[in-house]
């Protein structure tokens, strides 16, 4: 048996509360921990030999270590939410809905703590990471209200003798597969509403920063939800591609980049499952000539740099219609007054990027824009933080296109913005 063969944590979750800290959180470790999978309600050892390190990208400090789960783990984790599902299902759903509501109340009680493991492991401002965990915290609030939502329709004599009804069953093992921008909102946009609605479910948190997961679910756990339902593996690579086959695995939502989201789309698909993929998206603004100044400097500001540029609804691109002349001045000047430093210091507005590989990518990106002809009105590339000096950090930086006023450019930012010049109406 698998179980027997693998080292078990030194307590279930039912006990962890009695020890002082958090057996999931990988901020309390005096040494760098390795990561268990959560599978059948217990905390197990990866037998990998593999595993990864998760950095702090402010310090470059190893925070814990993350087992590449092996496809025997893989399989006992799908079998234990397999074996949970019948009796889960069947489970009234005001008693699913009645352990949402105590998920929010614990939700809320641990806030600095999940806020903190997030800006350890994942970079962002303590006030960032304090949203990222609110976001989700309103998803589980909606889940409260399952009942109404699992309604169902009845449409009496809807032909001679003929009356039609429908009913809204769980799936069965459904998955999720996160991105490692917003550690506790996607798990939580995802597990929350599955189970509540009578699914069991397997959640591959991000690598690069999966503590918050597993804080999230000993939470589920001390709500009540029953072994076996939620279930957590590690993994890159190999862990998705067996999460995109296993056929007892009847659904998928993810969340991430482009070429995952289009790998995962197809692969999963073709084994007849049910996939959400939301893909990689970076937003345009266009400024009109009207628009008013205060407001419109504040949002490029915010939208351009908030989150170090690390999210789906980051601001890349600006199109200033009728010229960015006007506009350049103030822009730069607000974006240069932002204080760059580690999420942990009180008043940093950025934070660093999430490794040294996407640094290095923000930077030759940069680069390459100033090549092809753009000129730089802020350059953040060669910012020093003092106190963290290797840390992950690029500045706001601020391109304006001068080839060809009539064209648009996209520029991939992480903590970065690129601003168009003038866009000629007509």
């Not at 889940?143 to 309604?151: D, N, R, V």
């Not at 001679?160 to 809204?168: A, E, K, L, N, V």
């Not at 934070?351 to 100033?370: F, M, N, T």
């Not at 391109?399 to 903590?415: A, P, R």
Request: net charge neutral; proline share 5%.
């Amino acid at each position: 048996m698998l179980r027997s063969a693998l080292r078990r944590g030194a307590s279930s979750a039912r006990s962890l509360k009695s020890q002082g800290f958090s057996r999931f959180s990988t901020v309390a470790e005096a040494s760098p921990a390795r990561v268990r999978n959560l599978i059948g309600g217990e905390l197990l050892e990866s037998r990998s030999e593999t595993s990864i390190d998760v950095i702090n990208p402010a310090t470059q400090e190893v925070v814990s270590r993350v087992p590449l789960t092996t496809d025997e783990e893989f399989k006992a984790a799908v079998s234990a939410a397999k074996k949970a599902f019948p009796k889960w299902k069947n489970t009234p759903v005001t008693s699913r809905q009645r352990v949402m509501l105590k998920l929010q109340e614990l939700i809320r009680r641990d806030m600095d703590k999940l806020a903190m493991n997030i800006t350890t492991e994942q970079g962002k401002t303590l006030k960032d990471a304090q949203g990222d965990v609110f976001r989700g915290l309103e998803v589980v609030e909606h889940a409260c209200g399952m009942a109404t939502l699992q309604m169902g329709e009845y449409v009496s004599n809807v032909s001679s003798g003929i009356d039609t009804y429908s009913i809204r069953e769980p799936l069965g093992v459904c998955a999720g597969i996160c991105p490692f921008n917003f550690p506790a909102m996607i798990p939580l946009m995802v597990f929350p509403m599955a189970v509540t609605c009578g699914n069991t479910f397997i959640l591959k948190p991000s690598e690069k920063d999966p503590g918050a997961s597993m804080m999230l679910a000993e939470l589920a756990m001390e709500a009540g939800l029953p072994d076996g339902v939620l279930n957590i593996v590690h993994g890159t690579h190999d862990t998705v591609n067996n999460i995109c086959d296993d056929e007892d695995i009847k659904a998928i939502s993810f969340v991430g980049s482009n070429p995952a989201g289009m790998h995962i789309y197809a692969r999963a698909t073709a084994k007849g499952k049910r996939v959400q993929s939301n893909m990689g998206a970076k937003n345009h603004a266009v400024i009109m000539p009207d628009a008013g100044a205060e407001a419109t400097l504040n949002a490029l500001v915010a939208a351009g740099f908030g989150a170090a540029g690390q999210r789906c609804m980051a601001l890349s691109t600006a199109v200033f219609v009728g010229g960015s002349k006007p506009w350049e001045e103030e822009l730069t000047k607000r974006a240069s007054a932002l204080k760059v430093n580690a999420g942990v210091e009180p008043g940093t507005d950025l934070g660093p990027v999430i490794s040294k590989q996407a640094k290095d990518r923000i930077c030759s990106l940069i680069q390459s824009g100033i090549e092809s002809g753009a000129r730089i009105v802020l350059d953040g590339r060669n910012i020093v933080v003092p106190g963290y000096k290797d840390g992950n950090f690029v500045g706001p930086t601020i391109l304006s296109d001068v080839t060809n006023d009539m064209e648009c450019y996209k520029f991939q930012t992480g903590g970065n913005f690129w601003s168009s010049s003038p866009l000629h109406a007509g």
